[in-house]
Structures are given as structure tokens and as C-alpha cells.
């Protein structure tokens, strides 16, 4: 059921559902003769919203914005962009009219109208960062699991919640892949691990076709996961996501010491016939670009010169890499891709910045299942605070990223983090699937592909990289968001 606040004759008539209570965080007030609506926090489930002349409807259900007996026609460049996982702005809604709420979006009703207005979010009085962690991690209550990867972001929340007296249960998965070691040990909590078929987090045989939007791995499979490390204890699951993203540096922005001599010892500013002074390091760094020895583009025959002083290039917008897209997919996936690229710049640039690090890792990568420390407000304002020297140094050569994470796990004797990118758990698990059932798939994908009879793909193409291992291996994601959007097409048609 929508919600539906229209003003008529001066008078607000008004139709609440249970979305308000319903959802964390979603503020719905009435209050005499307007109406406001808007969310104080990102990680909870999507409200979406339709504004019209003097009425407003909105609610968390996408398919009663539908009209009855209708159904959800993706355009092709959205499929294309949903394989090869380009995130939609985070207001983005396939439906016409329809948009997302969104932690920087208000929505007001009153006798002038509806008015819909975008600015950053307010966020609260900052504190330590690990004093609002240990708070947010206190809102699940005494005992909850800590999902343990081995990395800095975990390994900093089973820390905090050991220091704080928390019955936190640390668990990991042990999903047996190749190569995998044992997360590092946490004092006063022993992680447990659990063991967990790496397949059956993405396995697409469980996509149906009755579900509204495509699914895609990069978010069904962490909530497998999530239920999986919880078990039968019906115990909130913890996670880390985003947290080390919001502590984040780079190096341009990293404090570099007297006349800039720390980036002497760093690459790629020492390289031989690179760079002729420190003076050149710097303007180059500057300028936010470095090109690759022996490829500067425009240079046929290639050379290690540097281009100091000229404007850096114009931001990639992309075309396909993957070598699948027909001349039409290559069109339609160029012209989508391009126009969610202007206006996620257009919000991330009104953002604070840690603001629009957490809104676009939302929409990258989930994390349903699971409660985040780094949506809390609080937290946000914590990192918010932090300066950039805090977050990150130029030490013996290297960027050291993440300190005020590093500083407090250094300090509890925690040592041999895992550096392993937030995404190379998932890349691994549809690897080894894609590896395991490659030849069932390759029979599905030559019986029909639904994105080859739109013309978007060519399949042969697709064919001959599920029997490379190499290339498998090296587009596994694609790969497999591939497979899932292919079987949701055909089972819903």
C-alpha cells in the first residue's frame, strides 16, 4: 500500500502505510498543514517516491508504482550496465517518475506544492572514531557475530567490541578456495570459522524471474553469506563493509613532507628517464594523472616522458572492455553509462565526502543481512572529522592508508591483516562456479541468450571466454552477472 499526501483546497489529506515504522531511519512528519519526508540513514531498505502536482505518493514496495498487470521493462543500456556492474545513481529508479529516497533528498508537501530538495545530509556533533563505533556496534545489543574477513575493517570492529565487554561472537567463512589462509587471531576473541560452499553463494539457479528487478550476485551473495555466518542463532550479523573506505586516502592528498621529498622514495616518481626533478613529481601529481612508461597515448612508437604541464585528460565514461557488446550494445551501453556518470558526479560533488563514499558503495556492493557500523550517522561524522594527515602517510616508500583502522589493531597485537580487495572473496566464488559449471552453462548460453537476441551481445564471443581459463578467471564477474541476467530474462518471459 502507497502512502499518499495530496494538498487540494488548502487542506493536506493524507494516507499513511506501515513503510514509516517499518523502515530505520525514515522520518514521515505531519505537521499542521505540510508534510515532510526524508531518511536519516542510508543501510535500510529503499523507500521510493512519486511526486506529482499537489500530490506525493510514496512507500517501499517499487511494484505499487506499477500500474496493474504491467510489468518492469529494463532498457538495454541499464542491462548492459548491470553486467558489467556500473552502479546506478543512487536515486535511480527504473520506473518513470519513480525515484529512490536518498539519505541527501527531502521531500515536503505544503500549500505550495510538493518540493523536492537536495543538499547534504546534517551530520551529528563529531567524536572519536572508535567511541561512535563502539556505540554503533552496542545499538545490536551485547551479543551479535562479527563477520571476520582478516582485513583491517574487521579486524578493528572485533577489537573495538572486545575492548568495550561485548559477548561478540567473531566468526569467518571457510569457503575453501585455493589459496585461502586463516583470518589473523583476535585477542579475547577466537574467530570461528564456518565452513561455507563458495558455490552455492552464486549459484544462479535460484533466480526465478518473479523478482521485480534482476538480481545480481554482488548482492544476493553477501546476503547468503550473512545467513550463513549467523546460522541458527538469530543473532544480528555485524559487518565491516565500507568502513575502511570511509578512513580512506590517496596518495595526491597525503601530506609529503618538506619540498615534497617523501615522493622521491615512492613510484612511480623514481623510475629511470620518468621524471627529471622532484619539481615535475609534483606538478604530475597535481595533476591527478600518471601515465604508464613506454604508453603515453599519442606516442606511436612509445616513451617514458612524462607530459608535466599539460591538462589531464578527461575522465574515462567508457566503452566496453569485455569484448561481448554488438556495435548496438556498444551504443547503448556508452550512451547509459555516460549519463549515470554525469549525474553521480553532479551528487557526489554537493556530498561530504564520506557522504558519497558510503551512498556509492551502497550501490556497488551489498551488504543486506547485515548491520553496518559505517552507515551510522555518527560514525560518518567521526571519519568526517578525521584530517587527511590522520587517515594516511608516505612511510618507506609505500602509501600507508587507513592509519586511524591500522593504529588501534596494531595496538591490540593484531598483526598479519589480510590486503585482499573488498570485492576478491566474490570474484574467487564465481570463478571456481563459473569453472564448475561452465559446460552446463555454455549448453544454456548456446540453447538461447536473451541479451544475443536483443542483439546486445555476441555469444560466441561469451562462449569462447567460458572455455579460456584464463579469460574465465579474468572476467569472472561479468561472466557471471551475465549468467544471472540471462536466466531472469528467460524465466520471466
Same mark, same amino acid.
Given at each position: 500500500m502507497l502512502g499518499v499526501v495530496e494538498m487540494s483546497g488548502g487542506v493536506l489529506r493524507h494516507t499513511a502505510p506501515s513503510v514509516a515504522p517499518a523502515v530505520p531511519g525514515l522520518r514521515a512528519e505531519l505537521t499542521g498543514a505540510s508534510f515532510r519526508l526524508r531518511r536519516e540513514r542510508a543501510h535500510s531498505r529503499p523507500v521510493y517516491f512519486r511526486a506529482g502536482y499537489g500530490r506525493l505518493e510514496f512507500g517501499d514496495d517499487l511494484a505499487?508504482?506499477?500500474?496493474?498487470?504491467?510489468?518492469?521493462?529494463?532498457?538495454?543500456?541499464?542491462? /548492459?550496465?548491470l553486467m558489467h556492474g556500473q552502479a546506478a545513481p543512487a536515486d535511480h529508479s527504473p520506473l518513470p517518475g519513480v525515484r529512490r529516497l536518498t539519505l541527501d533528498t527531502e521531500v515536503r508537501v505544503d500549500a505550495g506544492g510538493v518540493t523536492v530538495t537536495q543538499s547534504p545530509p546534517e551530520l551529528p556533533v563529531p567524536r572519536r572514531l572508535e567511541d561512535a563505533v563502539r556505540d554503533a556496534l552496542a545499538r545490536n545489543g551485547d551479543d551479535y557475530v562479527i563477520g571476520y574477513s582478516g582485513g583491517v575493517a574487521s579486524a578493528y570492529l572485533a577489537v573495538v567490541a572486545a575492548g568495550a565487554g561485548h559477548r561478540a561472537r567473531v566468526v569467518h567463512a571457510d569457503l575453501g578456495l585455493p589459496g585461502q589462509r586463516p583470518p589473523a587471531a583476535v585477542p579475547l576473541l577466537d574467530p570461528r570459522p564456518v565452513r561455507v560452499d563458495p558455490?552455492?553463494?552464486?549459484? !544462479?539457479?535460484?533466480?526465478?524471474?518473479?523478482?521485480?528487478? @534482476?538480481?545480481?550476485?554482488?548482492?544476493?551473495?553477501?546476503?547468503?553469506?550473512?545467513? +550463513?555466518? =549467523? #546460522?541458527?542463532? *538469530?543473532? @544480528?550479523?555485524? &559487518?565491516?563493509? /565500507?568502513?575502511? &573506505?570511509?578512513? =580512506?586516502v590517496k596518495l595526491p592528498d597525503v601530506p609529503r613532507g618538506p619540498r615534497s621529498w617523501r615522493l622521491l622514495t615512492c613510484e612511480p616518481f623514481h623510475l629511470s628517464g620518468t621524471l627529471g626533478s622532484l619539481a615535475d613529481a609534483v606538478e604530475l601529481l597535481d595533476n591527478r594523472v600518471v601515465y604508464t612508461p613506454g604508453r603515453r597515448p599519442g606516442s606511436p612508437g612509445g616513451t617514458d616522458a612524462q607530459r608535466v604541464g599539460a591538462p589531464p585528460p578527461p575522465s574515462p565514461t567508457g566503452g566496453s572492455r569485455l569484448g561481448w557488446l554488438t556495435e548496438e550494445g556498444r551504443q547503448a551501453y556508452e550512451t547509459a553509462h555516460r549519463g549515470s556518470m554525469a549525474v553521480w558526479q553532479d551528487r557526489l560533488e554537493a556530498l561530504q565526502p564520506v557522504v558519497g563514499t558510503l551512498l556509492g558503495g551502497l550501490e556497488e556492493r551489498g551488504a543486506d #543481512? +547485515? =548491520?553496518?557500523?559505517?552507515?551510522?550517522?555518527?560514525?560518518?561524522?567521526?571519519?568526517? &572529522?578525521?584530517? /587527511?594527515?590522520?587517515?594516511?602517510?608516505? $612511510?618507506?616508500?609505500?602509501?600507508?592508508?587507513?592509519?586511524?583502522? !591500522? $593504529?588501534?589493531?596494531?595496538?591490540? #597485537?593484531?598483526?598479519? /591483516? &589480510? $590486503?585482499?580487495? !573488498?570485492?576478491?572473496?566474490?570474484?574467487?566464488?564465481?570463478?571456481?562456479?563459473?569453472?564448475?559449471?561452465?559446460?552446463?552453462?555454455?549448453?544454456?548460453? =548456446?540453447?538461447?541468450?536473451?541479451?544475443?537476441?536483443? #542483439?546486445?551481445?555476441?555469444?560466441?564471443?561469451?562462449?569462447?571466454?567460458?572455455?579460456?581459463?584464463?579469460?574465465?578467471?579474468?572476467? *569472472?564477474l561479468p561472466l557471471l552477472r551475465l549468467v544471472w541476467l540471462d536466466r531472469w530474462l528467460k524465466e520471466r518471459s
Amino acid at each position: 500500500m502507497l502512502g499518499v499526501v495530496e494538498m487540494s483546497g488548502g487542506v493536506l489529506r493524507h494516507t499513511a502505510p506501515s513503510v514509516a515504522p517499518a523502515v530505520p531511519g525514515l522520518r514521515a512528519e505531519l505537521t499542521g498543514a505540510s508534510f515532510r519526508l526524508r531518511r536519516e540513514r542510508a543501510h535500510s531498505r529503499p523507500v521510493y517516491f512519486r511526486a506529482g502536482y499537489g500530490r506525493l505518493e510514496f512507500g517501499d514496495d517499487l511494484a505499487a508504482f506499477l500500474p496493474p498487470g504491467s510489468k518492469l521493462e529494463p532498457e538495454p543500456g541499464a542491462l /548492459l550496465a548491470l553486467m558489467h556492474g556500473q552502479a546506478a545513481p543512487a536515486d535511480h529508479s527504473p520506473l518513470p517518475g519513480v525515484r529512490r529516497l536518498t539519505l541527501d533528498t527531502e521531500v515536503r508537501v505544503d500549500a505550495g506544492g510538493v518540493t523536492v530538495t537536495q543538499s547534504p545530509p546534517e551530520l551529528p556533533v563529531p567524536r572519536r572514531l572508535e567511541d561512535a563505533v563502539r556505540d554503533a556496534l552496542a545499538r545490536n545489543g551485547d551479543d551479535y557475530v562479527i563477520g571476520y574477513s582478516g582485513g583491517v575493517a574487521s579486524a578493528y570492529l572485533a577489537v573495538v567490541a572486545a575492548g568495550a565487554g561485548h559477548r561478540a561472537r567473531v566468526v569467518h567463512a571457510d569457503l575453501g578456495l585455493p589459496g585461502q589462509r586463516p583470518p589473523a587471531a583476535v585477542p579475547l576473541l577466537d574467530p570461528r570459522p564456518v565452513r561455507v560452499d563458495p558455490c552455492a553463494l552464486v549459484d !544462479h539457479h535460484a533466480v526465478t524471474g518473479s523478482e521485480l528487478l @534482476p538480481p545480481l550476485p554482488e548482492f544476493v551473495a553477501p546476503r547468503r553469506l550473512h545467513a +550463513a555466518l =549467523s #546460522g541458527d542463532t *538469530a543473532l @544480528p550479523v555485524v &559487518s565491516g563493509a /565500507l568502513l575502511a &573506505s570511509l578512513v =580512506s586516502v590517496k596518495l595526491p592528498d597525503v601530506p609529503r613532507g618538506p619540498r615534497s621529498w617523501r615522493l622521491l622514495t615512492c613510484e612511480p616518481f623514481h623510475l629511470s628517464g620518468t621524471l627529471g626533478s622532484l619539481a615535475d613529481a609534483v606538478e604530475l601529481l597535481d595533476n591527478r594523472v600518471v601515465y604508464t612508461p613506454g604508453r603515453r597515448p599519442g606516442s606511436p612508437g612509445g616513451t617514458d616522458a612524462q607530459r608535466v604541464g599539460a591538462p589531464p585528460p578527461p575522465s574515462p565514461t567508457g566503452g566496453s572492455r569485455l569484448g561481448w557488446l554488438t556495435e548496438e550494445g556498444r551504443q547503448a551501453y556508452e550512451t547509459a553509462h555516460r549519463g549515470s556518470m554525469a549525474v553521480w558526479q553532479d551528487r557526489l560533488e554537493a556530498l561530504q565526502p564520506v557522504v558519497g563514499t558510503l551512498l556509492g558503495g551502497l550501490e556497488e556492493r551489498g551488504a543486506d #543481512g +547485515a =548491520s553496518l557500523p559505517a552507515a551510522d550517522p555518527e560514525v560518518l561524522a567521526a571519519a568526517d &572529522s578525521l584530517p /587527511l594527515r590522520a587517515r594516511g602517510r608516505i $612511510r618507506r616508500g609505500a602509501l600507508q592508508n587507513h592509519l586511524p583502522l !591500522h $593504529r588501534v589493531v596494531a595496538a591490540a #597485537g593484531v598483526d598479519g /591483516l &589480510s $590486503r585482499a580487495s !573488498h570485492g576478491h572473496w566474490l570474484r574467487m566464488c564465481a570463478a571456481a562456479y563459473l569453472h564448475r559449471e561452465r559446460r552446463k552453462i555454455a549448453a544454456e548460453l =548456446s540453447g538461447g541468450c536473451a541479451l544475443g537476441d536483443l #542483439g546486445l551481445i555476441e555469444p560466441g564471443a561469451v562462449l569462447a571466454d567460458l572455455q579460456d581459463g584464463a579469460a574465465l578467471s579474468a572476467k *569472472a564477474l561479468p561472466l557471471l552477472r551475465l549468467v544471472w541476467l540471462d536466466r531472469w530474462l528467460k524465466e520471466r518471459s
